[in-house]
């Protein structure tokens, strides 16, 4: 499976020798990471390289698998839904965790209450959350299709149309998600002097003048932060297809994750699997690379 | 007519009184500064002036228009914060442009009126850097050409010298008197400093737990203070006040005795007191003299204790009947700790208050 990438704000490197106890006591964390984490790597990236399955004795066959991913119509469909995913969420959830921080960040009344609303699906079991949401996307007695009914609208197949079952699975992330969002926008609001907002109202500024001259270019660092981890989680979105849609209709929510989980786990074929995990990965990589250092930019 | 008007003006915060019925006029053009300890309501009435807090009783007018139901932004003033309030992701040219840009003023029009700013506060090589570039002192004057291009009818500055180091705050000093100077507009100045107060104020407003104790010309508040709490306020080292007994009122003086100096008798207002009643009597430290004067004076020993000299003038932290008299002299005059000092106190410099610490002497 995909390696979980660090955003860990770099500092200049020292050299080893002044820094040597800090080496020795992080070495048994070290250890761990490197059991648990970097040898699995290692090992995938080996196993991508080879044939592997339960259906014929291990060959070593160099970059065939990457090779044929290329070419891979499935894998293309895979990469495709991924990124509309992760778009799909990421976009939506910045922005309206954006939104929700702004607005619970001033002397709103009731502001504790809504935070706790809106943070709540963060803190609710994937799973339980996903059974809910099926409910709530039934087709004959979910309370979605009930209310277009009762307004004289025609009811919807959200899970079980091709064109709209991702949608529907990108609305729940939204919802789960855009807690995190906020929570994190309402941190980063917390740093931004009281002062600055005086003098820009001082200075003539509305409310929509301060919001994209000052709140939102002030957040950008928080908005990478959260943008990396939202693209790497969306990315390996899994859970919630596995339970909800099984990666279909016509293989319309099939993400990468999935694929690979199928690949690997329905059809033994590891060496395959192997190697879209480390295209994964790649991707993930290259992401927290951009997003660091738009984030290093946003500090100097 | 007075450019600055404030009319009872009060601001409560729950049940806390911060500024308490404050009636002030401020003339066009004038530099005032309002000076007074920490906490005692001078950014909270600064703040009730710029419209960043609304009054909770009250109205603030300026130039002849009643401004109390005006937001802030909306209000001719400009303000330069203490921690100056620059936007830091904007370079020191977007900091300037950003009052112009919010007037919806051309780029021609903004460029113009930012360099000029910029040339003003000798800025003009740093117009691309962000503010984390820039020291403390060029930070202020980023702040100060912030305001400046929104050529407003009033400057608001909250001690924007306080972040400098001594030797800068001294340059900014003279800088922004200059600056007053060119610019003709009114300016209102905060400051917990009584010395930036005397040297950069046409009139000083002294504020005290939200009140104003007293207003006047510099010299006005050094020479005659209204009360306890101005005299000691104003001037450094601080005014010494020796307690009293009023023990009789005659002829247009107050016959007073004073323990360990003994009786005296002070040109003074009667009314303020009775017989046998308290008073105080003050005695600024650069009143002592060491030789005697040619005209009635008071005339202690003092045991010196502490000798501080600091070239252009000592300073002397003397004994005297248990208490302890500050004297200043001028230059570096031959004084050793613990030698019994003789001092003289011309009677027409000891000023006297009332019970309730108002002023009561006649000075002039
Ligand atoms: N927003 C506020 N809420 C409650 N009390 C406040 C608020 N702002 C100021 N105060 C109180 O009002 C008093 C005056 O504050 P301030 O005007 O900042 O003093 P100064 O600028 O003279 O040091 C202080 O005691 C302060 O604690
Ligand atoms: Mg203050």
Same mark, same amino acid.
């Not at chain 1, 080496?23 to 080996?46: E, G, K, Q």
């Given at each position: 499976?995909?390696?979980?990438?660090?955003?860990?704000?770099?500092?200049?490197?020292?050299?080893?020798?002044?820094?040597?106890?800090?080496?020795?006591?992080?070495?048994?964390?070290?250890?761990?990471?490197?059991?648990?984490?970097?040898?699995?790597?290692?090992?995938?990236?080996?196993?991508?390289?080879?044939?592997?399955?339960?259906?014929?004795?291990?060959?070593?066959?160099?970059?065939?698998? $990457?090779?044929?991913?290329?070419?891979?119509?499935?894998?293309?469909?895979?990469?495709?839904?991924?990124?509309? $995913?992760?778009?799909?969420?990421?976009?939506?959830?910045?922005?309206?965790?954006?939104?929700?921080?702004?607005?619970?960040?001033?002397?709103?009344?009731?502001?504790?209450?809504?935070?706790?609303?809106?943070?709540?699906?963060?803190?609710?079991?994937?799973?339980?959350?996903?059974?809910?949401?099926? $409910?709530?996307?039934?087709?004959?007695?979910?309370?979605?299709?009930?209310?277009?009914?009762?307004?004289?609208?025609?009811?919807?197949?959200?899970?079980?149309?091709?064109?709209?079952?991702?949608?529907?699975?990108?609305?729940?992330?939204?919802?789960?998600?855009?807690?995190?969002?906020?929570?994190?926008?309402?941190?980063?609001?917390?740093?931004?002097?009281?002062?600055?907002?005086?003098?820009?109202?001082?200075?003539?500024?509305?409310?929509?003048?301060?919001?994209?001259?000052?709140?939102?270019?002030?957040?950008?660092?928080?908005?990478?932060?959260?943008?990396?981890?939202?693209?790497?989680?969306?990315?390996?979105?899994?859970?919630?297809?596995?339970?909800?849609?099984?990666?279909?209709?016509?293989?319309?929510?099939?993400?990468?994750?999935?694929?690979?989980?199928?690949?690997?786990?329905?059809?033994?074929?590891?060496?395959?699997?192997?190697?879209?995990?480390?295209?994964?990965?790649?991707?993930?990589?290259?992401?927290?690379?951009?997003?660091?250092?738009?984030?290093?930019?946003?500090?100097? | 007519?007075?450019?600055?008007?404030?009319?009872?003006?009060?601001?409560?915060?729950?049940?806390?009184?911060?500024?308490?019925?404050?009636?002030?006029?401020?003339?066009?053009?004038?530099?005032?500064?309002?000076?007074?300890?920490?906490?005692?309501?001078?950014?909270?009435?600064?703040?009730?002036?710029?419209?960043?807090?609304?009054?909770?009783?009250?109205?603030?007018?300026?130039?002849?228009?009643?401004?109390?139901?005006?937001?802030?932004?909306?209000?001719?003033?400009?303000?330069?914060?203490?921690?100056?309030?620059?936007?830091?992701?904007?370079?020191?040219?977007?900091?300037?442009?950003?009052?112009?840009?919010?007037?919806?003023?051309?780029?021609?029009?903004?460029?113009?009126?930012?360099?000029?700013?910029?040339?003003?506060?000798?800025?003009?090589?740093?117009?691309?850097?962000?503010?984390?570039?820039?020291?403390?002192?060029?930070?202020?004057?980023?702040?100060?050409?912030?305001?400046?291009?929104?050529?407003?009818?009033?400057?608001?500055?909250?001690?924007?010298?306080?972040?400098?180091?001594?030797?800068?705050?001294?340059?900014?000093?003279?800088?922004?008197?200059?600056?007053?100077?060119?610019?003709?507009?009114?300016?209102?100045?905060?400051?917990?400093?009584?010395?930036?107060?005397?040297?950069?104020?046409?009139?000083?407003?002294?504020?005290?737990?939200?009140?104003?104790?007293?207003?006047?010309?510099?010299?006005?508040?050094?020479?005659?203070?209204?009360?306890?709490?101005?005299?000691?306020?104003?001037?450094?080292?601080?005014?010494?006040?020796?307690?009293?007994?009023?023990?009789?009122?005659?002829?247009?003086?107050?016959?007073?005795?004073?323990?360990?100096?003994?009786?005296?008798?002070?040109?003074?207002?009667?009314?303020?007191?009775?017989?046998?009643?308290?008073?105080?009597?003050?005695?600024?430290?650069?009143?002592?003299?060491?030789?005697?004067?040619?005209?009635?004076?008071?005339?202690?020993?003092?045991?010196?204790?502490?000798?501080?000299?600091?070239?252009?003038?000592?300073?002397?932290?003397?004994?005297?009947?248990?208490?302890?008299?500050?004297?200043?002299?001028?230059?570096?005059?031959?004084?050793?700790?613990?030698?019994?000092?003789?001092?003289?106190?011309?009677?027409?410099?000891?000023?006297?208050?009332?019970?309730?610490?108002?002023?009561?002497?006649?000075?002039?």
């Amino acid at each position: 499976m995909a390696l979980q990438s660090s955003t860990a704000l770099a500092r200049r490197p020292q050299s080893f020798t002044q820094n040597w106890s800090a080496y020795a006591f992080l070495t048994p964390a070290l250890i761990i990471l490197f059991l648990s984490l970097l040898l699995p790597a290692a090992a995938t990236v080996v196993m991508s390289l080879t044939d592997i399955s339960f259906l014929r004795p291990t060959n070593f066959v160099w970059f065939d698998n $990457y090779i044929k991913l290329v070419s891979d119509s499935r894998f293309r469909q895979a990469v495709g839904n991924t990124a509309y $995913y992760t778009v799909g969420v990421t976009l939506p959830t910045m922005a309206l965790g954006l939104l929700a921080a702004v607005a619970l960040n001033g002397k709103l009344r009731g502001r504790i209450v809504f935070r706790t609303i809106f943070y709540l699906p963060v803190l609710t079991s994937l799973i339980a959350a996903a059974v809910v949401w099926m $409910y709530v996307y039934e087709p004959y007695s979910g309370p979605i299709n009930g209310t277009l009914t009762q307004l004289g609208l025609p009811p919807q197949p959200w899970l079980q149309s091709p064109n709209l079952a991702m949608t529907s699975l990108i609305v729940m992330a939204i919802w789960r998600d855009f807690g995190t969002a906020m929570i994190i926008y309402l941190a980063g609001l917390q740093d931004i002097p009281k002062d600055i907002y005086e003098a820009a109202r001082l200075d003539g500024a509305k409310t929509k003048d301060i919001f994209f001259r000052i709140t939102v270019p002030m957040l950008s660092n928080v908005t990478f932060y959260l943008m990396i981890i939202l693209i790497v989680q969306t990315f390996q979105v899994f859970g919630a297809i596995y339970v909800m849609t099984n990666g279909g209709p016509l293989g319309s929510t099939e993400t990468i994750v999935f694929q690979m989980y199928q690949t690997a786990f329905g059809y033994t074929e590891f060496g395959y699997a192997a190697a879209m995990s480390t295209v994964l990965f790649l991707a993930i990589l290259l992401f927290s690379i951009i997003g660091t250092k738009l984030m290093r930019r946003g500090e100097s | 007519m007075a450019e600055l008007q404030l009319q009872n003006v009060s601001k409560t915060y729950g049940t806390f009184e911060a500024v308490k019925d404050v009636s002030l006029a401020i003339e066009d053009g004038e530099f005032a500064v309002f000076v007074g300890p920490s906490g005692c309501g001078k950014s909270t009435l600064l703040r009730l002036i710029a419209g960043l807090d609304p009054v909770s009783a009250g109205t603030v007018a300026i130039g002849d228009k009643d401004m109390t139901a005006r937001q802030a932004g909306e209000r001719p003033v400009a303000m330069v914060f203490q921690s100056y309030a620059l936007y830091p992701h904007m370079s020191v040219f977007e900091n300037i442009a950003f009052p112009l840009q919010m007037e919806k003023r051309s780029k021609a029009d903004i460029r113009e009126q930012v360099a000029k700013a910029a040339a003003t506060v000798q800025l003009t090589t740093r117009l691309q850097d962000k503010p984390n570039k820039l020291s403390g002192g060029q930070r202020q004057r980023v702040a100060i050409a912030r305001a400046i291009v929104r050529k407003p009818e009033i400057f608001l500055m909250d001690e924007p010298l306080s972040n400098l180091d001594a030797a800068l705050r001294m340059e900014m000093r003279s800088e922004l008197t200059q600056l007053h100077k060119r610019l003709g507009s009114t300016m209102v100045y905060v400051t917990h400093d009584q010395l930036e107060a005397m040297t950069m104020a046409d009139r000083i407003v002294v504020l005290n737990a939200g009140k104003v104790e007293q207003v006047g010309k510099p010299m006005d508040l050094y020479h005659r203070p209204a009360n306890l709490f101005v005299a000691g306020f104003i001037g450094s080292p601080p005014m010494n006040f020796l307690s009293a007994k009023v023990v009789g009122l005659e002829g247009g003086n107050v016959l007073l005795e004073v323990p360990e100096v003994g009786r005296l008798a002070l040109p003074g207002d009667a009314s303020g007191f009775t017989v046998g009643g308290d008073a105080t009597i003050g005695i600024r430290p650069e009143a002592i003299t060491t030789t005697a004067p040619g005209e009635p004076a008071l005339t202690l020993s003092i045991a010196p204790r502490t000798v501080e000299r600091l070239g252009l003038h000592t300073i002397v932290y003397g004994e005297q009947g248990g208490r302890t008299l500050t004297a200043l002299f001028n230059g570096d005059p031959a004084i050793a700790a613990d030698a019994p000092l003789g001092v003289h106190v011309p009677l027409k410099q000891i000023h006297l208050f009332d019970a309730a610490g108002q002023a009561r002497g006649h000075r002039d």
